[in-house]
C-alpha cells in the first residue's frame, strides 16, 4: 500500500499525536502528579519538623534564665543537703501561711535521668486561705521544687477546717564516679611497663 505525500503526513501526525497523548496519560501526568505529591509531604514533614525545633529555640531564650535561676539557687549535689533545704523550707512556709504541720517525712530517693528526686511528704490541717498562701510560695520558688501529688479533704462538711496531704519534690545532681579501668586493657597494660 502506497500512501500519498499528503497521507503519509496526515498518518505522521495522528501518529505523532497519538504519541503524545499516551506519553501524557501514562507516563508525564502520573510522573507529575507524585512529583507534586512528594513536594507537599516534604514540605508538610518540614513544617512539622520545624514548628518544634522553632518553638525550642525561643523557649530557650525564657527558660535558660530560669534555670540559671534555679541552678544558682538551689540544685545540690549532695541529698542530704537537698532535702534538709526543703525540709526547712516547707516548714517555714507552713508556719508563715498558718499551716499546721503534724507529719513532715522525706521519701527514699529515686533516679530519673542525671538526677535524683527526692520527694518530701507533709501532712497539716488549716484553712483554705492559709493551703493558698502554702502553695502559692512553693510554686513561685526559685528552687527546683515540683508538687507532685496534693490532696485536701474537710475534717467537718461545712466548714473551713481542711486536711492537707501533699508531695513536694526537689532533684540534685548525681556526682559521677570516675569508672575504675579493667585488668587487662591498654591502660593498664601501658601504666606497667
Same mark, same amino acid.
Given at each position: 500500500?502506497?500512501?500519498?505525500?499528503?497521507?503519509?503526513? +496526515?498518518?505522521?501526525?495522528? @501518529?505523532? +499525536? @497519538?504519541?503524545?497523548?499516551?506519553?501524557?496519560? #501514562?507516563?508525564? *501526568?502520573?510522573?507529575?502528579?507524585?512529583?507534586?505529591? =512528594?513536594?507537599?509531604?516534604?514540605?508538610?514533614?518540614?513544617?512539622?519538623?520545624?514548628?518544634?525545633?522553632? !518553638?525550642?529555640?525561643?523557649?530557650?531564650? %525564657?527558660?535558660?534564665?530560669?534555670? /540559671?535561676?534555679?541552678?544558682?539557687?538551689?540544685?545540690?549535689?549532695? +541529698?542530704?543537703? +537537698?532535702?534538709?533545704?526543703?525540709?526547712?523550707? =516547707? &516548714? %517555714?512556709?507552713?508556719?508563715?501561711?498558718?499551716?499546721?504541720?503534724?507529719?513532715? /517525712?522525706?521519701?527514699?530517693?529515686?533516679?530519673?535521668? &542525671? #538526677?535524683?528526686? @527526692?520527694?518530701?511528704?507533709?501532712?497539716?490541717? *488549716?484553712?483554705?486561705?492559709?493551703?493558698?498562701? #502554702?502553695?502559692?510560695?512553693?510554686?513561685?520558688?526559685?528552687?527546683?521544687?515540683?508538687?507532685?501529688?496534693?490532696? @485536701? !479533704?474537710?475534717?467537718?462538711?461545712?466548714?473551713?477546717?481542711?486536711?492537707?496531704?501533699? $508531695?513536694?519534690?526537689?532533684?540534685?545532681?548525681?556526682?559521677?564516679?570516675?569508672?575504675?579501668?579493667?585488668? $587487662?586493657?591498654?591502660? !593498664?597494660?601501658?601504666?606497667?611497663?
Amino acid at each position: 500500500m502506497i500512501l500519498s505525500k499528503r497521507e503519509r503526513t +496526515a498518518a505522521i501526525v495522528a @501518529i505523532t +499525536a @497519538i504519541s503524545v497523548l499516551v506519553l501524557d496519560r #501514562f507516563l508525564l *501526568t502520573p510522573l507529575l502528579d507524585s512529583r507534586t505529591q =512528594v513536594h507537599d509531604q516534604l514540605r508538610l514533614l518540614t513544617d512539622n519538623e520545624l514548628a518544634p525545633a522553632m !518553638t525550642l529555640l525561643e523557649n530557650n531564650d %525564657r527558660v535558660t534564665p530560669r534555670w /540559671k535561676e534555679r541552678v544558682a539557687a538551689g540544685i545540690k549535689s549532695d +541529698a542530704s543537703a +537537698a532535702e534538709s533545704q526543703v525540709l526547712n523550707d =516547707v &516548714q %517555714r512556709w507552713a508556719q508563715d501561711s498558718g499551716l499546721t504541720l503534724s507529719s513532715l /517525712k522525706p521519701d527514699r530517693p529515686e533516679q530519673e535521668k &542525671q #538526677f535524683q528526686k @527526692i520527694t518530701i511528704r507533709a501532712t497539716g490541717s *488549716t484553712s483554705m486561705q492559709s493551703i493558698a498562701r #502554702f502553695l502559692n510560695r512553693i510554686q513561685t520558688s526559685p528552687k527546683p521544687l515540683r508538687i507532685s501529688d496534693i490532696q @485536701i !479533704t474537710s475534717h467537718k462538711e461545712g466548714t473551713d477546717d481542711l486536711a492537707l496531704h501533699i $508531695g513536694v519534690s526537689t532533684l540534685y545532681l548525681v556526682p559521677e564516679v570516675e569508672k575504675p579501668a579493667k585488668i $587487662g586493657s591498654v591502660a !593498664t597494660l601501658r601504666e606497667d611497663k
